[in-house]
């Protein structure tokens, strides 16, 4: 079984960045990829992005060039640097991993991000 565990600050005002993170823990599993997705209010959960073991990252377009996604392999934990954030930017993002082999997903509980002055 595999545990994610998100932390970053909540509340942030337009213009500024933020570093979300995301922990996975567990036995006995290796990580094939993890990623971010968020869900704004009365919308449904949308891909932000997602990295590979090898390296290999994928943005949605509405975050590219804003969005930066990055993973430290012996931590097993995953960062989503998110720079010049918009009020739209408001959601709950979610920590997402793809467990290596029998590919389950495994989410996070989210944690809530609001852009506001």
């Known amino acids: 079984q595999v545990q994610l565990q998100e932390s970053g600050p909540g509340l942030v005002k337009p213009g500024g960045s933020l570093r979300l993170s995301c922990a996975a823990s567990g036995s006995g599993f290796s990580i094939y990829a993890m990623g971010w997705y968020r869900q704004a209010p009365g919308k449904q959960r949308e891909l932000v992005a997602t990295?590979?073991?090898?390296?290999?990252?994928n943005y949605a377009d509405s975050v590219r060039g804003r969005f930066t996604i990055s993973r430290d392999s012996a931590k097993n934990t995953v960062y989503l640097q998110i720079n010049s954030l918009k009020p739209e930017d408001t959601a709950v993002y979610y920590c997402?991993?793809?467990?290596?082999?029998?590919?389950?997903?495994?989410w996070g509980q989210g944690t809530q991000v609001t852009v506001s002055s």
């Open positions: 990295i590979t073991r090898g390296g290999i990252i």
């Open positions: 997402n991993a793809v467990r290596l082999g029998t590919l389950s997903e495994y």
